[in-house]
């Protein structure tokens, strides 16, 4: 990035803000938003630039689109998005844009560090998407000859994410700062949970108590749609505040089984309890 010089005309040395605020105007004078973009993104990601340039158009575009109906929020999962610019079709186009920018910089190591940091951010949208979600283009389940078995995909990417993260301690999970081990932990743990039959799947479920108007997620058919909740307490957990929850399922005929498990969410800094017994 190149500066335009400039003569201070006075005999003071100018501040770092003083000197900051010059070099901002002359850029705002010299090159509109797109322009600017475009020189920034060529000169630091090299070969990989028209991918990342892509990636950064079409988000910003569909951002744009949704700016009215739907707010970006700090603490915000990728799955609040999924109805606008994380569209389950648009993160396959993202993922496949950063698959090309990678493959255009095998052979330097500088510009693979600085893609593989910017992808990082793809893979785990589209990651946490699968997993909280159920999106045919985006499965985090697949059936097989041999059964149903973990998106070989979603592992890789998993694995991906785990491997440059141990290399950056920068790279954190959410604003609670948890560490992408302890998510990946929690993540093969939900996988293996949707693996197994659950016999409540087709039963008619009826809550006798009201959840919190905080946490509906969609009442009482999330607890038995498949899904599981995350470490974020924002995502697939159903939250009860004053009453207990009770529940009647109607299998609609006799039905054997031999325990039921329940999730709970424990996460003391934001003031939720596991249940007492």
């Not at 744009?64 to 079709?89: C, H, M, T, W």
């Not at 993160?91 to 500088?110: G, H, I, K, P, R």
């Not at 743990?189 to 479920?205: C, E, G, P, S, T």
Request: charged share 25%; with cysteine.
């Amino acid at each position: 990035m190149v500066f335009e010089a400039r003569e201070w005309q006075t005999l003071v040395r100018p501040s770092r803000t003083q000197t900051i605020y010059s070099c901002q105007r002359t850029l705002e004078y010299q090159y509109n938003q797109d322009s600017l973009v475009n020189l920034l993104i060529n000169a630091y990601y090299g070969n990989a630039a028209k991918y990342i340039l892509e990636y950064y158009k079409t988000m910003n575009q569909e951002m744009i689109k949704y700016q009215d109906s739907i707010k970006l929020n700090i603490f915000g999962k990728p799955s609040r998005y999924v109805k606008a610019f994380l569209r389950p079709e648009l993160m396959n186009y993202y993922l496949s844009l950063m698959d090309s920018a990678e493959q255009s910089v095998t052979n330097d190591s500088l510009l693979l560090t600085r893609v593989l940091r910017t992808r990082t951010a793809v893979d785990f949208a589209w990651v946490d998407i699968a997993i909280n979600n159920d999106f045919e283009q985006m499965p985090a389940i697949i059936k097989t000859d041999s059964g149903r078995i973990i998106n070989p995909k979603l592992i890789a990417l998993i694995d991906k994410i785990d491997s440059y993260a141990k290399t950056d301690s920068t790279i954190l999970v959410a604003a609670i700062k948890y560490t992408f081990d302890l998510y990946k932990e929690s993540a093969l743990r939900i996988l293996n949970q949707r693996l197994r039959d659950n016999k409540l799947k087709n039963a008619k479920l009826t809550l006798l108590t009201e959840p919190s108007p905080k946490y509906p997620v969609g009442g009482a058919k999330v607890l038995n749609d498949g899904l599981f909740g995350s470490l974020d307490f924002h995502v697939n957990w159903l939250g009860f505040q004053g009453n207990d929850m009770i529940v009647v399922a109607d299998f609609g005929k006799p039905v054997e089984f031999s325990h039921v498990e329940i999730n709970f969410l424990k996460t003391l800094c934001h003031g939720y309890f596991a249940k007492r017994s």
